[in-house]
């Protein structure tokens, strides 16, 4: 409707405006004005037309009242629910958000129309300013949103009063199926630092921390895991700490499984570990378990891992997944009677590969092998050793009797070899069985039959148990040696007590030593074979 239309017409006054989230903003005046010119030529029209009418009650003749009310159509800025005056001025004079006043004649309000239509584009200013002697205006009051933060003191009860609530959310969740499906509102960002961590969550807790990059968050994920950290679950850990990148965690998974081997590979989620997982703790040379049983676990993995692949659980498809890691285990280290009753007939070892094997338990010199044959120690730390001769000499000779000699320490330790002098006619290859044997009980603790080759030096070459035998403070022992080779070097000038002590720790550990009486092939304190022993603190 133009602003010079006939003053017979009752006027529609809208003087609302959206606020911060839809409310009218408070205002101290009399009466409110636009927030900015969004809107400004529709609110100056509807002004100027209550300035031209003279009878805001004009009755259906004028074609004023309701009718006009309904005909004024609310701008997008002004939605229907806030229209006001559709009832006429006798239900805006009875509300108390409303108030309105009459003009004095209708030829004023004719004037006032033409001085509105003259002046168009200033009618939003000119509207402002003469509300106060308006001849009909409406004042909209609405109530002030509720300011929630005003009541929260910290962020922290800030962040806490948004969880779950739809205040300020910007992504929902549709968690459920059916009927049973709920709409959960939440926030891009963390809502505290409290964090409530469970065996079925701290995974996934963990890769979005990672994900993320939530520092705090990932130490709890870390340090609820290396608490909840046993045997029977190192396996699974190891896989997800190794997949996470979190070298810490991988590193106590090891040791745990070093600690517990036999534990770790008879748990359930043994066999639901990678191939890369599998090979970095077989390559271990700290593993507390003898090779056969390492053998057995790799089956039982295999078997699992082609069942995965859907391939039916032949030797050869058993040998194909495992890949690399059957390199991995140290055939060697069995003994003859372990590797004919299980790997040998297993189907997995290729021909060739067994009877080296074979060759290599009994026969020397010894062949070679394309699998590992030093030794696992379940110990960690630095390997030490002792020497008990100040000299070396020429020609000690052999007739298939055991040297020996008889030791004790002062503190408990670990025996996993013992350093042997060589031929003195340049390179050969010696036969040995090597044995520490409980004194008082004549029990042999540890013993290996196998072979080394030396250069002609005057060195001593190293002899090594399958396993280390642990060895108690202030118990006897015998270190025993039986070689089969031409006449070797030998060490005199010998000495009773020998002290190794720790460089980092200062640590002590004193041997003692003594003939053994028996058949012996001539060692002594002072001269003969072992001149080293091996150990772990």
């Known amino acids: 409707m133009a602003a010079g239309e006939s003053n017979s017409r009752s006027s529609c006054l809208n003087l609302s405006n959206s606020g911060p989230l839809g409310n009218a903003p408070p205002s101290n005046s009399a009466h409110s004005s636009p927030a900015s010119n969004r809107g400004a030529g529709g609110a100056a029209g509807g002004i100027n037309r209550s300035a031209g009418n003279s009878n805001p009650q004009s009755g259906p003749e004028n074609g004023g009242g309701t009718e006009s009310a309904v005909r004024s159509t609310p701008s997008a800025h002004n939605p229907p629910r806030q229209t006001v005056g559709q009832s006429g001025a006798s239900s805006g004079a009875a509300s108390n958000m409303t108030a309105t006043s009459s003009s004095s004649s209708s030829s004023s309000s004719s004037s006032s129309a033409s001085t509105a239509s003259s002046s168009a584009d200033a009618s939003a200013a000119a509207a402002v300013s003469s509300l106060p002697s308006s001849p009909a205006s409406v004042l909209v009051y609405r109530e002030p949103v509720y300011n929630w933060q005003a009541t929260k003191s910290t962020v922290k009860e800030r962040f806490a009063f948004l969880f779950n609530n739809e205040v300020l959310s910007d992504v ?15 926030h891009r960002f ?9 065996p079925e969550t701290v995974m996934t807790t963990l890769y979005t921390a990672k994900k993320y990059a939530v520092p705090a968050l990932e130490a709890h994920c870390v340090e609820f895991l290396k608490k909840n950290l046993r045997a029977d679950n190192a396996f699974m850990l190891l896989t997800q700490a190794r997949l996470f990148d979190e070298p810490q965690l991988a590193s106590l998974c090891l040791e745990n499984i070093d600690k517990n081997t036999a534990d770790a590979l008879a748990a359930e989620g043994f066999t639901d570990v990678d191939l890369d997982t599998l090979a970095a703790v077989l390559e271990r040379d700290t593993l507390g378990v003898r090779e056969v049983r390492l053998f057995g676990a790799a089956v039982r993995w295999a078997e699992a891992e082609a069942q995965r692949q859907q391939l039916q659980p032949t030797p050869e498809n058993k040998r194909r997944v495992l890949g690399k890691a059957l390199a991995l285990i140290r055939f060697p280290l069995m003994t003859i009677e372990e590797f004919a009753a299980g790997p040998a007939q297993s189907g997995i070892l290729t021909d060739r ?31 030490c050793s002792i020497t008990r001769f100040s000299q070396v000499e020429s020609r000690w000779g052999y007739s298939g009797t055991s040297d020996r000699i008889r030791f004790s320490v002062n503190r408990r330790i670990f025996v996993v070899g ?18 520490i044997i409980h004194t008082d009980s004549n029990t042999v603790l540890g013993q290996n039959d196998t072979g080394f080759s030396c250069d002609g030096t005057a060195s001593t070459f190293r002899v090594m148990f399958k396993e280390p035998v642990e060895i108690l403070p202030s118990v006897n022992y015998i270190a025993c040696a039986t070689l089969k080779g031409p006449d070797s070097h030998y060490g005199t000038k010998g000495m009773r007590k020998v002290t190794h002590e720790a460089p980092a720790t200062g640590t002590k550990t004193c041997f003692t030593f003594c003939y053994a009486a028996g058949n012996n092939n001539g060692t002594s304190v002072e001269d003969g074979q072992i001149p080293e022993v091996i150990f772990y603190t």
């Open 418 to 435: 013992f350093g042997l002098y060589g031929s003195i006619h340049g390179p050969t290859d010696y036969q040995v069985n090597i044995q």
């Open 353 to 383: 590969e067994v009877v080296s094997l074979f060759l290599h338990f009994t026969v020397n010199p010894k062949p070679h092998v394309e699998f590992i044959d030093r030794p696992r120690c379940c110990l960690r730390g630095k390997e």
């Open 190 to 198: 963390l809502y505290s630092d409290e964090v409530q961590i469970g």
């Open 172 to 186: 929902h969740f549709l968690v459920g199926k059916g009927m049973g499906v709920q709409r959960i509102p939440a």
